[in-house]
């Protein structure tokens, strides 16, 4: 079922926006915050961890870890299941970060840390193919980024490749 009211667009919002008071600027914000865990998370950061992005990927690398230290690996069923979950995660951490090198950071955390898993990948048609998305998509914001980034980044990526 499909609601009739129509959603504004970024531009029509941004426009509105600029017209609105501090304070009413505040309280759509605290709203926005209390309606959903991501606009919470993504506020967070805006506000607290935005100014360090090392820290911030740090501690989401940390995370990354630590799910994976629970990931089920004796059944390829719910390996799967947590290893795409985990993905979610990451992905919504360089949603927030809005950064290349966040990107490439947390994706190559990602897939050395599920090779280091020792699930056979292989083994699961899913779950390769997931991986190899992964290697791909660093491969590709490698290529967006600055040229001094990408040596050390296409040396990290190659070993992913092996």
């Given amino acids: 079922m499909q609601s009739h009211i129509r959603t ?20 759509l914000c605290l709203r926005l915050a209390k309606f959903k865990k991501e606009n919470k998370e993504l506020l967070t950061y ?27 690996a004796s059944n390829l069923y719910f390996a799967k299941k947590t290893i795409r979950k985990i993905l979610r995660i990451t992905n ?5 970060t809005g950064s290349q090198q ?20 292989q083994k699961s048609t899913a779950l390769h193919n997931l991986y190899l ?13 600055h040229e001094d980034l990408q040596y050390d980044y296409t040396k990290e990526l190659a070993k992913l490749e092996e």
Wanted: hydrophobic content about 40%.
């Fill in 133 to 145: 998305q992964q290697v791909k998509k660093i491969g590709k914001a490698i290529a967006a980024m």
């Fill in 8 to 27: 504004a667009t970024i531009p029509e919002l941004k426009q509105e926006l600029q017209t609105v008071s501090l304070a009413q600027l505040s309280n």
């Fill in 102 to 121: 966040a990107e490439v950071e947390l994706l190559l955390h990602f897939c050395s840390t599920l090779r280091q898993t020792r699930i056979p990948l």
């Fill in 92 to 96: 919504k951490h360089i949603r927030y």
């Fill in 46 to 72: 805006l506000l607290f961890e935005e100014t360090d992005l090392e820290s911030y990927l740090g501690s989401v690398k940390k995370e990354i870890s630590r799910f994976f230290s629970e990931v089920n």
